[in-house]
């Protein structure tokens, strides 16, 4: 090998990987030193998981060589890796809810000991070592349920401290964490870069770790593209090469000045979760709905669909009044709703693509005898999916063999197909990846072209920048700003949701 | 552990039997001065022994995620081959002999149960009402339909055995048997590996989080079979108990009882999601489904009125918690 250096603790050379005929890993060379944090980014499909299997010894790379802290491993498995000091923190945490925080940090130190007896007070001890190490405070004795998820990370975090971690692999690490939050973990992880310990970050969100970070890997179609110092790369850079293409995040096109009036809501308010809700939506238009997580935006959202029922106020479609707290009234009323859970809200996982978009649709290809027209239906719903881009090998393939970008295409096909004057987004591209966020964008302002209006509540800044005609920002569950999109920027846009 | 002024403990499933139970005895003492007597007492606990060990398996089961509905056939078996046994080869069998044998019965009945839900993977419900039926039919098709009562002597000296007895002032008699002994120590041990081994600690969280445990390496597989194993081995001791302080070994008793177990445990606060379950709470539980089904009477509602009662515990025991989450989780959104 060319230049291995004496010092790096993760050192992987020319890894290939295939599964069945599909090579998810191409020739990838990888290092990590002591004490270093490197960004490993790539879209879904990259191959930026397979790389992460195979440092943590869950997958057996096809060729190449593995070596950890400078031994050559012929055969790994996820023991021979974490007693090597690989620890992976997974996007759940993988923590005990039911178990305290000591006992979650010390666990798996008490399991590798070979011990049949618990010993709780060198649990503590262990926990509070752990803790104390990243300077944070942290009640041991509360059970990790009532936590809130940014101490379940730190919680994750000592476990993999309390496992003497050399190397911690962070998956997507700032996904529900708000911009303090994030801040503080950077603290964390600077910390933990003094002390030697090695990070991987593997996001899609990477602009606000590369700060912390030295090097940046990227990856795409199992190759790497791009690897450099963090320093020459920005959100820019990095989406160019992920994705192979430059994604210019083109602004919203004007409204048509003498647009009617689409929607309005008056006095919407409930106990509890929002009050004194008022606007209007004309068509054509794309409106925003910001706020921080509590602000009372999911219940909003909920509620303009019927999800949730209002204590009182109107909402009028076309100048006709909408039953509020009723989803088969809206629906009449075409509006439509795309969940932000699609997952356990929007789509029936185990069900084909087709049928998912199809079954807004049955009323409509019913015959006078009740019976469906299947033909018709299929040939329909194949219709929306095409004109959405939606990638899939087989429409008849169950909607959980997608990637996360295509399965909210699906979604949206669903209710596309209805012809809805009003559309509610929930969150569109949570989860889905940059150049699929970029063509879900484009998707939105087409669909605002044509006249519909559109609502998107989301606390994606840049999302809403790229989309908004207008962007409403909600605080204690009322509305407290209201931004003209085009003149707005991220800056004025944090501060309003702050203040 | 919480103390007495942390709004946790008055928010937890044990504090609200708990007073429950106390509300009972108040109304049971006004209305009979005569309830609130070492022979109410003594009955209650005789009437809890047997549902009191299947009970605390029953909250193993839970805690580890699963559900178990064929404990009692287990019981039923083991007591019931055991006197078979005992009376076939040696009749002058010393009691714990037989008991050894009806747990040991149990034991392998549940590592079935073990085999077929760590090993295979299958559903536990669907597993244990799958073996709750074969278990029930094997035992009356090959084992034997016919009441004993004709059991071997050291069964019947067994439940003879009293650590204390006696009349009191009123002139009502009361007992505490042996048997009490042995709820004692199914509880002691129990606690001790809930709380003081890791393979406690692993029921606990294979309950919490079943992938989560095995990213971490617990031996899942292991974990479940001795769940499984233990709750059969336990559900032995009952049966043979049952049998003994009964004087009879009847096929067709106990079977019926296991959702009356299951009943208690929930009560006590264990969740059928898994996870959580303490033997405290189970031990309440199974004290207020005892009071119900043996002191209604006494504040003046009738015996009919028993299943009615213990449902309506269930669904306010478990709905008030559970409907408060779900009030907290819809405002935090």
């Known amino acids: ?499 | 552990m919480s103390s007495l002024f942390s709004k946790d403990f008055w928010t937890r499933n044990e504090t609200l039997v708990a007073g429950v139970i106390i509300l009972f005895c108040v109304i049971a003492t006004l209305s009979d001065p005569l309830f609130l007597s070492v022979t109410t007492l003594s009955d209650l606990l005789r009437a809890s022994i047997v549902i009191g060990i299947l009970a605390v398996g029953a909250m193993l089961v839970l805690v580890s995620g699963g559900i178990d509905v064929s404990f009692t056939a287990i019981a039923v078996f083991a007591m019931y081959a055991a006197s078979v046994i005992a009376l076939a080869i040696w009749p002058g069998m010393p009691w714990p002999l037989i008991f050894a044998i009806s747990v040991c019965i149990g034991a392998a009945l549940g590592a079935i149960n073990g085999l077929f839900i760590a090993v295979f993977g299958l559903p536990t419900l669907i597993v244990t009402l799958g073996t709750l039926s074969v278990f029930r039919g094997f035992l009356l098709t090959f084992v034997g339909s016919q009441r004993i009562s004709d059991l071997p002597p050291a069964m019947r000296d067994f439940s003879r055995g009293v650590i204390a007895r006696g009349t009191t002032e009123a002139g009502s008699f009361y007992s505490f048997p042996w048997a009490l002994a042995a709820l004692l120590a199914v509880i002691v041990l129990t606690w001790f590996i809930l709380h003081k081994t890791m393979l406690g600690r692993s029921i606990y969280a294979i309950g919490g989080s079943l992938e989560s445990a095995r990213r971490l390496g617990i031996n899942v597989k292991a974990t479940q079979f001795f769940v499984y194993v233990y709750v059969g081995a336990l559900a032995g001791l009952a049966g043979i108990i049952h049998g003994s302080v009964g004087r009879m070994a009847d096929p067709f008793s106990l079977v019926g009882l296991e959702l009356s177990v299951i009943a208690a445990v929930v009560l006590g606060g264990a969740r059928l999601i898994g996870g959580y379950g303490t033997l405290t709470g189970t031990l309440l539980g199974v004290a207020l489904i005892v009071i119900v089904q043996n002191s209604l009477i006494v504040v003046g509602i009738p015996t009919t009125w028993q299943s009615v009662t213990i449902g309506l515990l269930i669904l306010i025991g478990t709905g008030v918690p559970a409907y408060r989450a779900k009030r907290a989780a819809a405002h935090a959104g």
Not at chain 1, 27 to 52: R, Y
Not at chain 1, 130 to 137: M, Q
Not at chain 1, 245 to 269: C, F, H, Q, W, Y
Not at chain 1, 370 to 390: H, T
Request: aromatic share 4%; proline share 4%; hydrophobic share 45%.
């Open chain 1, 1 to 499: 090998m060319s230049d291995v250096s004496p010092h790096a603790f993760i050192d992987l050379a020319g890894i290939t990987k295939r599964y069945a005929g599909v090579t998810a890993l191409d020739g990838v060379d990888f290092t990590v030193n002591h004490g270093e944090a490197v960004c490993l980014a790539g879209e879904n499909g990259s191959g930026k998981s397979t790389l992460i299997k195979i440092i943590s010894g869950v997958e057996q790379a096809t060729e190449g060589e593995v070596r950890i802290g400078g031994n050559l491993h012929s055969v790994l498995n996820p023991r021979i890796s974490a007693a090597a000091g690989v620890m992976v923190i997974f996007q759940d945490f993988s923590l005990f809810p039911n178990l305290t925080v000591y006992e979650n940090i010390a666990f798996s130190t008490q399991l590798t000991g070979h011990k049949r007896l618990f010993d709780r007070s060198q649990a503590r001890k262990v926990a509070q070592a752990a803790i104390d190490r990243i300077g944070v405070k942290l009640d041991i004795d509360k059970r990790v349920e009532d936590l809130p998820v940014a101490h379940k990370q730190l919680v994750a975090i000592c476990r993999a401290l309390a496992s003497k971690a050399r190397l911690i692999i962070m998956d997507e690490p700032t996904t529900a964490l708000t911009e303090k939050e994030v801040k503080a973990l950077l603290g964390i992880i600077r910390l933990l870069k003094e002390e030697g310990v090695a990070v991987i970050f593997v996001s899609h969100k990477l602009a606000e770790v590369l700060e912390v970070s030295e090097k940046v890997v990227v990856l795409r179609n199992g190759k790497k593209v791009a690897e450099g110092p963090a320093s020459e790369f920005d959100t820019q850079s990095l989406t160019r090469h992920m994705t192979g293409r430059d994604v210019p995040e083109a602004r919203p096109s004007p409204v048509i000045a003498d647009a009617k009036t689409l929607m309005s809501v008056r006095d919407l308010a409930k106990n509890g979760s929002f009050e004194n809700i008022n606007f209007e939506l004309m068509s054509g238009e794309v409106l925003g709905i910001t706020g921080l997580l509590g602000s009372g935006r999911t219940s909003l959202a909920k509620a303009l669909f019927g999800l949730v029922a209002p204590d009182k106020g109107s909402i009028t479609v076309d100048g006709n009044a909408v039953p509020i707290g009723d989803p088969v009234a809206a629906s009449h009323a075409r509006i439509g709703y795309v969940p932000e859970d699609r997952l356990t809200e929007g789509l029936f996982l185990s069900q084909s693509i087709v049928r998912n978009v199809a079954i807004g649709r049955l009323d409509e290809h019913t015959s006078a005898a009740g019976f469906l027209n299947m033909n018709g239906l299929v040939a329909e719903a194949a219709e929306w999916l095409q004109r959405l881009k939606v990638k899939a090998p087989d429409i008849e393939a169950p909607v959980q063999s997608l990637s996360g970008g295509n399965q909210q295409r699906v979604a949206l096909a669903r209710w596309l197909s209805r012809t809805p004057r009003v559309l509610i987004l929930n969150g569109p591209s949570v989860g889905v990846d940059v150049g699929s966020k970029a063509d879900i964008h484009d998707i939105i302002r087409d669909l605002a072209k044509e006249g519909i209006g559109v609502i998107i509540i989301s606390d994606d800044l840049p999302e809403l920048l790229a989309t908004c005609h207008r962007i409403l920002v909600m605080r204690d569950g009322k509305i407290t700003d209201e931004l003209a999109g085009g003149v707005a920027t991220e800056e004025k846009l944090a501060r309003s949701l702050a203040s």
